[in-house]
C-alpha cells in the first residue's frame, strides 16, 4: 500500500512539473509571438516614415539615416534567429527592405514642384535609371493607401511604363531575330538587277515606296500583304535637278541648303552616291541604298500629289529623323522612335493623312494602309498619292514582272487565297526555287 501511495504522489509530482513546463512554453511562445508582432510593427512604422519622406522635400542624409537605422535593428534580429522561431519570415523581410532601400543609392534629387495650372503639388523625382523612377514611385504610392486612390491614373501609366522597360529588351531581340529570318532557302529574290535600274530611272525624290519579301518570318506578325516602306530622296545631284525651281531656296541648291541644316547627312550623302532611301529598320533611322527596298520579291512606288516645296521640307525632315532607333513599342505618338510608316507620316507632317488600324491595342498604320489609302482615293479628284510603278510575281516564270494600276489598287487584299484562285501549288514552290 505505502508503495503504491509513494507512486501516485510522484505521479502527482511529475503531472504538476509537467503542468508548469506547458504553462512556461505557453508563456515563452506569448512572449516570441509579441517580440515577432514588435518586430514587425517597427519594421512597418520606420519603413512607412522611409517612405513617406519620398512625399516631401528632405535631404538625403536624412533619408540615409532611417535606412542604417532599420538595417542595423535587422541585422541584429536576425542574428537573434537561433531565439526567434520566425527568422525565415524576418530574413524575407531583409531581403526585401534591403532591395528596397539600395535603390536610395540612385537618388539625385527629391522635389515638389508645382502645377501651372491649379497650384497642386506634383511629386517630381530624378534618378540615374527610369526604371528605379516609376519603381520607386510604385512604392511610394503603395505605402500609402490614401495616396494611391488618388492617383489611380498615374498608377495605371507608371505601371504600363514599368512593363515596357521590363518587355522591351525581350520583345525587341524577338523582333530583330524575326526580321532576320526567312523561311525559305532561295536567295534571289523575284525583282532582277535589270529592274532595278528600271525602277531608279523611274522614281523620283519624295517618293513613298513599299516592299514585300515573300516566306519571311515577320510577315505572319504583320498585318496585310505589304511588309515595310520608305522615302526615296536620291542623289544630291538628283535632288539639286529636281528642287532647283524651288522658291523656298532662294537661289540656292537643295545640298548647300541640306549642308547648312544637316551636316551629318550632306556628308554622309556625298561620301556614298549609293545611299538614296530613308527607311526605319532594325537598326533604326537610316540612309540605305535603293536595292535595300528595291530588290525583292514585290515593289511599289507612289508619289505623293504635293508641291516640290512639300517633298523637299519632308525629305529634310526625314533627315532629322536618321539616327533614331526603330520602335518596338509602335508608340505613334513618339518623336525618339520610329516605325516605318511613323518616319513616312512624320515626314510630311499635315500634308498626307494615313489610315490606322487597332493592334496590339494600339492604333497603328501598317504599310499595307498606305496602299489601302491609294485604293480608296485613287478615283478621287483630290487624292494625295499617285501611282508610279508595281512589279508583282509571275508565278509560272517565278519572276517578277511590271504589274499595273489596278492590279496594285488591289494588292493590299491579298493572302493565300488570292494564289489559291490562280495556282497555289505553284507558288508554294517559290519558297524553294
Same mark, same amino acid.
Given at each position: 500500500?505505502?508503495?503504491?501511495?509513494l507512486?501516485?504522489?510522484?505521479?502527482? =509530482?511529475i503531472?504538476e512539473k509537467k503542468?508548469?513546463?506547458?504553462g512556461l512554453?505557453?508563456?515563452?511562445?506569448?512572449? =516570441? &509571438?509579441? +517580440?515577432?508582432?514588435g518586430?514587425?510593427?517597427?519594421?512597418c512604422?520606420?519603413?512607412?516614415?522611409v517612405?513617406?519622406?519620398?512625399?516631401?522635400h528632405?535631404?538625403?542624409? +536624412?533619408l540615409i539615416?532611417?535606412i542604417?537605422?532599420?538595417? &542595423?535593428?535587422?541585422?541584429v534580429?536576425?542574428?537573434l534567429?537561433?531565439?526567434i522561431?520566425?527568422?525565415?519570415i524576418?530574413?524575407?523581410?531583409?531581403?526585401i527592405?534591403?532591395?528596397?532601400?539600395?535603390?536610395?543609392?540612385?537618388i539625385?534629387q $527629391?522635389?515638389?514642384e508645382?502645377?501651372k495650372?491649379?497650384?497642386?503639388?506634383?511629386?517630381?523625382?530624378?534618378y540615374?535609371?527610369? !526604371?528605379?523612377k516609376?519603381?520607386?514611385?510604385?512604392?511610394v504610392? &503603395?505605402?500609402?493607401?490614401?495616396?494611391l486612390?488618388?492617383r489611380?491614373?498615374?498608377m495605371?501609366i507608371a505601371?504600363k511604363? &514599368?512593363?515596357?522597360i521590363v518587355?522591351?529588351p525581350? =520583345?525587341?531581340?524577338?523582333?530583330?531575330?524575326l526580321t532576320?529570318?526567312?523561311?525559305?532557302p532561295r536567295?534571289?529574290?523575284?525583282?532582277?538587277d535589270?529592274?532595278?535600274?528600271?525602277?531608279k530611272?523611274r522614281i523620283?525624290?519624295?517618293?513613298?515606296?513599299l516592299?514585300?519579301?515573300?516566306?519571311? @518570318?515577320?510577315?505572319f506578325?504583320?498585318?496585310?500583304?505589304?511588309?515595310h516602306t520608305?522615302i526615296?530622296?536620291?542623289t544630291?545631284?538628283?535632288m539639286d535637278k529636281?528642287?532647283?525651281?524651288?522658291?523656298? *531656296?532662294?537661289?540656292k541648291?537643295?545640298?548647300?541648303?541640306?549642308?547648312?541644316c544637316?551636316?551629318?547627312?550632306?556628308?554622309?550623302?556625298?561620301d556614298?552616291d549609293?545611299?538614296?532611301v530613308i527607311?526605319?529598320?532594325?537598326?533604326?533611322?537610316?540612309i540605305?541604298?535603293?536595292?535595300?527596298? @528595291?530588290?525583292?520579291?514585290?515593289?511599289?512606288?507612289?508619289?505623293p500629289?504635293?508641291?516640290?516645296? $512639300?517633298?523637299?521640307?519632308? +525629305?529634310?525632315k526625314?533627315?532629322?529623323f536618321?539616327?533614331?532607333?526603330?520602335?518596338?513599342h509602335?508608340?505613334s505618338?513618339?518623336?525618339? @522612335?520610329?516605325?516605318?510608316?511613323?518616319? $513616312?507620316?512624320?515626314s510630311?507632317?499635315?500634308?498626307?493623312?494615313f489610315?490606322y488600324s487597332?493592334?496590339f491595342?494600339?492604333?497603328?498604320?501598317?504599310?499595307?494602309?498606305?496602299a489601302l489609302?491609294?485604293?480608296?482615293?485613287?478615283?478621287?479628284?483630290?487624292?494625295e *498619292?499617285?501611282?508610279?510603278? !508595281?512589279?508583282?510575281?509571275?508565278?509560272?516564270s517565278k519572276?517578277a514582272?511590271e504589274n499595273?494600276?489596278?492590279?496594285?489598287?488591289?494588292?493590299?487584299?491579298r493572302s493565300?487565297?488570292y494564289?489559291r484562285?490562280?495556282d497555289?501549288?505553284?507558288y508554294?514552290?517559290?519558297?524553294?526555287?
Open positions: 500500500m505505502k508503495g503504491n501511495n507512486s501516485g504522489i510522484i505521479d502527482e =509530482q503531472r503542468g508548469e513546463v506547458i512554453e505557453y508563456l515563452l511562445s506569448l512572449v =516570441q &509571438i509579441l +517580440i515577432f508582432l518586430i514587425i510593427y517597427f519594421l512604422k520606420d519603413t512607412y516614415r517612405f513617406k519622406g519620398y512625399l516631401i528632405i535631404e538625403r542624409k +536624412i539615416a532611417h542604417v537605422k532599420l538595417l &542595423i535593428f535587422l541585422a534580429t536576425y542574428l534567429g537561433d531565439r522561431p520566425y527568422e525565415k524576418v530574413f524575407f523581410f531583409i531581403l527592405l534591403i532591395a528596397s532601400f539600395l535603390v536610395v543609392l540612385s539625385r $527629391v522635389e515638389i508645382k502645377s495650372k491649379n497650384g497642386e503639388k506634383i511629386r517630381t523625382f530624378k540615374n535609371k527610369k !526604371f528605379m516609376y519603381f520607386l514611385y510604385l512604392l504610392s &503603395i505605402s500609402n493607401f490614401n495616396e486612390k488618388k489611380r491614373k498615374f495605371k505601371t511604363e &514599368i512593363f515596357y518587355v522591351f525581350a =520583345q525587341k531581340y524577338i523582333a530583330v531575330s532576320a529570318l526567312e523561311l525559305t536567295k534571289e529574290k523575284f525583282i532582277s535589270k529592274q532595278l535600274i528600271e525602277i530611272d523620283q525624290p519624295g517618293d513613298i515606296l516592299k514585300r519579301n515573300d516566306w519571311q @518570318a515577320t510577315n506578325s504583320m498585318p496585310g500583304f505589304w511588309t520608305g526615296y530622296i536620291g544630291l545631284e538628283l529636281y528642287f532647283e525651281d524651288v522658291d523656298d *531656296l532662294e537661289g541648291k537643295f545640298s548647300q541648303v541640306l549642308k547648312e544637316n551636316y551629318k547627312i550632306y556628308k554622309k550623302l556625298s556614298n549609293k545611299l538614296t527607311e526605319s529598320i532594325a537598326e533604326g533611322v537610316s540605305k541604298e535603293l536595292s535595300n527596298i @528595291a530588290k525583292v520579291d514585290y515593289f511599289a512606288a507612289l508619289r500629289n504635293v508641291s516640290k516645296e $512639300v517633298k523637299m521640307k519632308a +525629305i529634310l526625314a533627315g532629322e536618321v539616327g533614331k532607333p526603330y520602335d518596338y509602335f508608340n505618338k513618339s518623336r525618339e @522612335a520610329f516605325i516605318c510608316t511613323e518616319l $513616312v507620316r512624320k510630311y507632317a499635315n500634308n498626307l493623312n489610315m487597332n493592334k491595342g494600339k492604333k497603328i498604320i501598317f504599310p499595307n494602309n498606305v489609302k491609294y485604293s480608296k482615293e485613287r478615283k478621287k479628284g483630290n487624292r *498619292l499617285d501611282f508610279v510603278l !508595281f512589279y508583282d510575281l509571275n508565278i509560272k519572276k514582272f499595273t494600276e489596278a492590279e496594285f489598287s488591289k494588292s493590299y487584299k493565300l487565297a494564289y484562285r490562280r497555289l501549288l505553284r508554294l514552290r517559290t519558297i524553294l526555287d
